[in-house]
């Protein structure tokens, strides 16, 4: 198949079929699949990059339960995809909308997601009245291009939740840093938006512990470091000189001038020309 080049032409992205195969139910930890796919013609000329591309994309959008951002650096951090291969994402997206896998889309709800929306809008304004729809409102105006952006990592901003509690950005960084840095990965591989967010926030914020204190950022690691070209420690910092008993040679540390280095990402990197 030819190289396409990816071009933006939408702001979202639909699977095909999606409404027609899918169990219409916003709650389900599962999507459907088809047990004879590979049979499938188009599925089958298609690569094995594609052809995971598109199930995980299935996937995420059995997960956001709407249309998917259509924006190629969004999809691979939402499906976890290695930063080495980001760069394979629009291309294999570009050729999922030609073989008609995609359907290219602006709204990002489709019409049955629409319905259930507002039987739920409904159901809510019922039971909270009017407290409830001012903060419908709220949630209305927060639409995509935000969610596309959305970090947790830097997530600074004041959430109402479901229930109707304002969380204050203080407490938002906090319960998102709880999460984030905690060794389960439950939470972490579900608020991808800030409607996710707002869905879980009550969840997980009774899952931080009253006590729970947000780590100090630990300092950055530096070392002094002998130039390589020294000719007296050929930058290993010490040196070999006569020992003054008389007998052989013993390693003192050379006087040369040190740079200091500091640990970034595994690497180190020179800081300063000079350190003591
Ligand atoms: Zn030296």
Redesign the pocket.
Known sequence: MAKLKYEKTSAYLEIKNWDRFQMKRDDMPWIKDYVDKEADPDYGSLTMLQRYLFDGLCRLRGRLQKRICNDPEYIARALCVKGVEHKYVGCAIAVLIMCGFLIPSNEQLDFAEQSRVEEKRAEESRERLAAASALETKAKTKTSPIECEFNPFTYESEIVSKSGRVFNPVEVKRILQFHLSSGDPFWKSRIHSVGNLRSNIDTMDGQVPSDWIPPVPQPLKTRCV??PT?P??RGT?T?RVPNPSGEGFISVP?D?PKREEVLINHVWVERTKECT
Do not use: E, N, S, Y
Request: charged share 10%.
């Open positions: 002998a130039a020294c007296l420690c910092g040196k050379c040369c």
